[in-house]
Nanobody, 114 residues
Framework: VQLQASGGGLAQPGGSLRLSCAAD????????VGWYRQAPGKQREVVAT???????NYADSVKGRFAISEDNAKRAVYLQMDKLKPEDTAVYYC?????????WGRGTQVTVSS
C-alpha cells in the first residue's frame, strides 16, 4: 500500500494550504484515516482524524483552523489548513487511524514563514 501526501509548500503566517493524500487501494473504507505531522526535533503527532464512525477529531493546536475530509470514491483524504502559524511547520503525513507502521510514506513539507 502506498500513501502519497502532497500539497505542501511555503506559506505565510495567516495563509492557507490544502494537503491531499491518495492511496493506491481503498484502505480508507476499512479504517479510520488521519493526518499526522513531525516538526524538527519533535515526535510525530496526530493532527486530525476521521474515525470509522465518521467522527472528526483534531489536535487542540489546530482546532478551528484545520479541516479533514475524505473522498472514498477517489481513495483520497484531504487537510485544509487555514490561519497557518509558524508552529505548524512540519512534515505532514497521512495514514490510517490508528496508524499502521508499514503505511508511512515520505510526507509533504509545510513551512510557515514570513
Amino acid at each position: 500500500v502506498q500513501l502519497q501526501a502532497s500539497g505542501g509548500g511555503l506559506a505565510q503566517p495567516g495563509g492557507s494550504l490544502r494537503l491531499s493524500c491518495a492511496a493506491d487501494i481503498n484502505i480508507f473504507r476499512l479504517s479510520g484515516v488521519g493526518w499526522y505531522r513531525q516538526a524538527p526535533g519533535k515526535q510525530r503527532e496526530v493532527v486530525a482524524t476521521i474515525a470509522m464512525t465518521g467522527s472528526l477529531n483534531y489536535a487542540d493546536s489546530v482546532k478551528g483552523r484545520f479541516a479533514i475530509s475524505e473522498d472514498n470514491a477517489k481513495r483520497a483524504v484531504y487537510l485544509q489548513m487555514d490561519k497557518l502559524k509558524p508552529e505548524d511547520t512540519a512534515v505532514y503525513y497521512c495514514n490510517t487511524a490508528p496508524p499502521i507502521d508499514a503505511y508511512w510514506g515520505r510526507g509533504t513539507q509545510v513551512t510557515v514563514s514570513s
